[in-house]
């Protein structure tokens, strides 16, 4: 609290700013009020005294309600600073009454500020010369009413001292506990954030209820005062010296119109002229007349909470014994005489109206226990609101609800037994149809203006804004907490908080037009996709098949016709190059050489193959070479088998297994076992396939052969390109000088050329095709007999591929001519179009 | 744990077959032959997996009574009979390449003769397909190398057959060029495509 104290609090964002500032740094907001250097006209009073409403500044304590303020700061003419901030938590000087007390009309020794603070005593003084009612017959003329005194203000009977002040008075009293700790009950009607004076007030209030239904005849006009205008802080008992007289005086002099009895108290200056006054103001002094003093009982043990309140105040300035002037301590000591002497009467006769309106009895005092929110609503400041609104020139809120008439009805008010005891019951107790009209603005009167500091914490929009906010605020009354019964209170629970029921929720999704759409679109898709298509029968012979018809019955036409007559009227090909080393290679064998024949074609082209190697064979057979035959691919083993016993029978030679050549079988591993067979051939292939005789590496030739390089001539016979390339780069560096002779079908002549045409010369020979068949066997006519398998299929093969190449043609022109007839006709269809 | 040890092996194993071919130690070249043993063993191995899978999953359909069982069948029996001939005749025993001769080789044969008559079909449709430039090159390349592989009615154009003629132009130039690029490009590959594995990068083993 000191160090909130040595802070301003922002009325707008609520952010704490030093003191010395006069504009809050975070939101720009006024942070201190404007203060006038002349006396704030008529029209400006009620502006001010509804801004008065407003947050206050931080500067002022904020532990004390807003109406304690308020009734502090309306007895000054201007605006002056707020109580000073540091002065409040601090003892005043010796001898001196503080600030808040002095204001209450003490001893004017030490004024207020400019004397300005107890414009509101003067207020009150005069009043009490003119109030005449139930409280002391008297009647505050409405000249002498203060500005910022509510209409229904009740000034007290004049000889009424009240709890406080006597209490104050014993110095033992001051450290008691004035109320009892609330029950249970009645903590469970309170709000939490109640403040424990108010507690206490409470419990006197019902203490008080309970004693008075044992009192016949309480007096209407026992002297009463409130709690907060006599009770000083904790600790500061009153003088018993002073006398009760003193106190008694001025109550008595507000109650009286200004005759002092006793000793003359010097109240607070009232407004100079009551022209300054606003015309609410005056119109509150109405209802004085009517409203009866409450009874002494009451305004004591209202006091009591009060001064506990004070205790817990920790800005409430501690007031030593020698502190007390001398009024104050005669009030109470004045209270105690009377209360002893029993002239409670008489003290509640000579103290004003308003502090005889505390004396009424109220529900606590009847016994009824009124939770705490439940008061009289009457007790509220609605009046006071209602009477800015007027004088600001604001919408008048509409009739109160049903609610708010109930509440009304009730009697809610947001304190029990403190200052709006006094002010409101009157007004609460008069009828209706005698009640004072709501206050309108006087003719000649200008609308209230908002002071500058005012207007510039006004949040934008707030004019456009303020009647419907103000429209929200005046149909909501708050109905638990120290505001209840207000009106224009913003809320304490969140909406959030609030019992409400919860909305309901559709559980079905909402889903869009186009999410549902989207949504069933990829749900067709996902379904689509596990399910099988229909697949659409076409036709059953189309162009396609024609065409397809065609070229077999041409190709294979002109073969039956060419292998039918077996004509050879084609000329073999001229040898090549590839196909004339090829023969060198193998005329420079010597005889009996050894021959490894690699056969690592698949069956289905043994066919060319066959007419490719035919001469090569039989080439070789005439040299006596004798062949090892292996394979790579599991069915070369057969191939070869065939192979050599083909060329065997087509060349007249008796190749027999065992003796001639020797079938080493399958090598797996692809190029590993070409790797390892390289490496060491006797080891991938031990045994020969022949059931007779296994172990042709211990038999002539073999025997000798012990290492790959041992070959006089390595012949692969393969119709992939791969196979040759992986026999040539793995075999070929183990052969030294040993000759490697590819025998290959014609597609995969063109990735082994370019080893046969290197400078290393990896392949000293190569024959590619039927062509290169063809070609050797030209080269050599004796070999076959001059009718190998290339010579019987030289005519058909060419033949064949002289139909292939017109056939070929042939679709190449018509797709052209067909493409070309189109695109004329789109371009004549584009002309046109 | 199975990644780093399968990893570990193949780097360890490759370089050492491949120190054996730059570092000519009788203890490298020893190792590298065992290891490549052990390849080729495994080779083997897993052609015998491979023909056992075969029959368990022909077998398998047929006893679920699947949809082309009867292929299944088809299979089974001749894959049993030629295992029991060869097993009898031996490999190159007569009734062995009997079967081979008369059944898989001609079995094969057809199918590479059909392949000829959708290869000329898809030449002459060639152009329907796509007429650009280098379709139109690609179609007269074809003719040109039909027609010069074999003489024309038993005459040879000069300037198309013979030595220097253009299709020996096209092949030992344009197409040499070509082979010996993508033989270049095969190489270099198998060479990144080894360091990789031997570096433990790439991982064909599944570890």
Request: proline content about 9%; some cysteine; glycine content about 8%.
């Amino acid at each position: 609290m000191a160090a909130d104290m040595a802070e301003l609090r922002c009325p707008m964002c609520g952010k704490a700013n030093p003191e010395e500032l006069d504009v809050c740094q975070f939101c720009q907001a006024r942070l201190k009020p404007v203060l006038p250097s002349a006396p704030i006209p008529e029209d400006e009073q009620a502006a001010v005294e509804g801004s008065s409403r407003l947050p206050e500044p931080a500067a002022q304590d904020d532990s004390l309600s807003d109406w304690l303020n308020f009734l502090r700061d309306s007895g000054a003419e201007s605006e002056g600073p707020p109580a000073e901030s540091g002065g409040e938590d601090q003892p005043p000087p010796a001898g001196e009454l503080p600030q808040w007390l002095e204001r209450t009309g003490g001893e004017a020794s030490e004024p207020v500020g400019e004397g300005d603070s107890q414009d509101w005593l003067d207020s009150l003084r005069k009043r009490g010369e003119e109030i005449t009612g139930p409280l002391g017959q008297e009647t505050v003329p409405e000249e002498s009413m203060d500005e910022d005194w509510p209409a229904s203000v009740k000034l007290p009977d004049q000889d009424y001292v009240p709890e406080w002040l006597a209490g104050a008075s014993l110095g033992d009293q001051a450290g008691e506990p004035l109320a009892e700790p609330p029950s249970e009950e009645e903590s469970s009607l309170e709000s939490d954030d109640e403040p424990d004076w108010l507690q206490k007030i409470r419990l006197r209030q019902r203490d008080e209820t309970e004693e008075s239904q044992s009192v016949e005849s309480a007096p209407a006009e026992e002297p009463g005062m409130p709690d907060w205008l006599g009770e000083p802080a904790s600790g500061v008992p009153a003088a018993p010296d002073e006398p009760a007289e003193s106190v008694s005086d001025w109550l008595a002099d507000l109650r009286s119109g200004g005759a002092p009895v006793g000793e003359e108290v010097e109240l607070p200056e009232a407004p100079a002229t009551g022209e300054e006054l606003p015309a609410a103001e005056q119109e509150l002094e109405q209802p004085l007349e009517e409203t009866p003093a409450p009874p002494p009982e009451i305004l004591e043990e209202a006091a009591a909470p009060v001064l506990g309140a004070a205790e817990e105040i920790p800005t409430a300035p501690q007031i030593s014994d020698e502190e007390i002037p001398d009024w104050l301590a005669g009030l109470v000591a004045g209270k105690a005489a009377a209360a002893a002497a029993g002239s409670v009467e008489a003290d509640a006769e000579s103290l004003p109206d308003w502090l005889a309106d505390l004396d009424k009895p109220s529900d606590a005092d009847s016994g009824v226990i009124v939770p705490f929110g439940e008061e009289e609503p009457g007790l509220t400041f609605d009046w006071l609101q209602e009477q800015v609104r007027a004088d600001q020139g604001l919408a008048v809120p509409p009739p109160e609800s049903s609610e708010a008439e109930e509440v009304q009805a009730e009697k809610i008010t947001p304190f029990v037994g403190d200052l709006s005891d006094f002010l409101e019951e009157e007004y609460l107790s008069t009828p209706e149809g005698e009640r004072p009209p709501a206050a309108q603005p006087e003719e000649g009167l200008t609308p209230a203006e908002l002071p500058n500091w005012l207007e510039a914490m006004r949040p934008l929009d707030a004019a456009a804004m303020s009647a419907a906010v103000l429209d929200e605020g005046e149909s909501q009354i708050e109905s638990s907490g120290p505001l209840a019964g207000l009106r224009g209170i913003l809320p304490a629970e969140p909406d959030v908080a609030r019992l409400k029921k919860p909305p309901t929720y559709a559980m079905r999704l909402q889903v869009s037009e186009s999410q549902q759409a989207n949504a069933n679109l990829l749900d067709e898709l996902v379904k689509t996709e596990g399910q099988p298509r229909a697949v659409r029968m076409g036709a059953a012979i189309t162009s396609q098949h024609v065409w397809r018809l065609i070229i077999f019955v041409v190709l294979i036409g002109v073969i039956i016709w060419k292998a039918l007559t077996g004509s050879q009227e084609v000329a073999l090909p001229q040898p090549l190059p590839e196909i004339l080393d090829t023969g060198s290679v193998i005329g420079a064998l010597p005889s009996n050489s050894v021959v490894l024949l690699a056969v690592d074609y698949e069956p289905g082209f043994s066919g060319e193959m066959k007419a490719t190697s035919a001469a090569v064979i039989d080439h070789l057979m005439l040299k006596g070479a004798y062949f090892a035959l292996v394979s790579t691919s599991p069915a070369g083993v057969g191939l070869a088998e065939q192979l050599i016993q083909d060329a065997s029978a087509l060349g007249g030679h008796q190749y027999q297994v065992i003796d001639r050549y020797a079938n080493l079988g399958y090598i797996p591993g692809g190029p590993m076992g070409v790797v390892g067979f390289a490496n060491a051939p006797r080891k991938m292939t031990p045994f020969a396939l022949d059931v007779d005789s296994t172990a042709v590496w211990s038999r002539e030739p073999l025997q000798r052969v012990t290492r790959l390089a041992d070959f006089d001539l390595v012949a692969v016979l393969t119709e992939d390109a791969d196979t040759a390339r992986v026999w040539i780069e793995q075999v070929q560096p183990a052969l030294d000088s040993t000759p490697l002779v590819m025998l290959l079908s014609a597609q995969a002549e063109p990735m082994v050329r370019p080893y046969y045409q290197s400078s290393s010369n990896q392949v000293q020979g190569m024959v590619a095709g039927l062509l290169g068949g063809g070609s050797y066997e030209s080269a050599h006519q004796d070999l076959l007999a001059g009718d190998g398998p290339a010579r019987r299929y030289w005519d058909a093969f060419s033949l064949s591929m002289l139909a292939a190449v017109i056939l070929i043609a042939l679709g190449g022109l018509v797709s052209l001519l067909t493409q070309a007839l189109a695109s004329r006709d789109t371009s004549e269809g584009e002309k046109k179009s | 744990m199975k990644a780093p040890v399968s990893t570990a092996i193949a780097i360890a194993f490759g370089l050492i077959v491949l120190l054996g071919y730059f570092i000519p130690l009788p203890l490298f070249n020893a190792l590298r032959d065992i290891l490549l043993e052990w390849a080729i063993v495994l080779a083997g191995v897993a052609v015998f997996v491979g023909v056992a899978n075969l029959f368990l999953v022909h077998g398998r359909k047929i006893s679920r009574s699947q949809p082309g069982s009867g292929y299944s069948y088809v299979v089974i029996i001749a894959m049993l009979a030629t295992i029991i001939v060869a097993a009898l005749f031996g490999p190159t025993g007569y009734w062995s390449l009997w079967l081979f001769k008369n059944i898989q080789v001609p079995v094969e044969t057809s199918l590479i003769g059909v392949l000829a008559i959708i290869l000329v079909y898809a030449a002459a449709r060639l152009l329907r397909r796509k007429l650009n430039l280098f379709s139109i090159i690609f179609f007269a390349t074809v003719l040109v190398v039909l027609l010069g592989s074999v003489p024309l009615l038993g005459i040879e154009i000069p300037g198309l057959h013979g030595e220097f003629g253009l299709r020996s132009l096209l092949i030992q130039l344009p197409a040499v060029a070509g082979a010996r690029g993508i033989l270049l490009g095969v190489a270099l590959g198998a060479l990144a495509a080894g360091i990789r594995v031997l570096m433990g990068v790439d991982r064909p083993y599944g570890g």
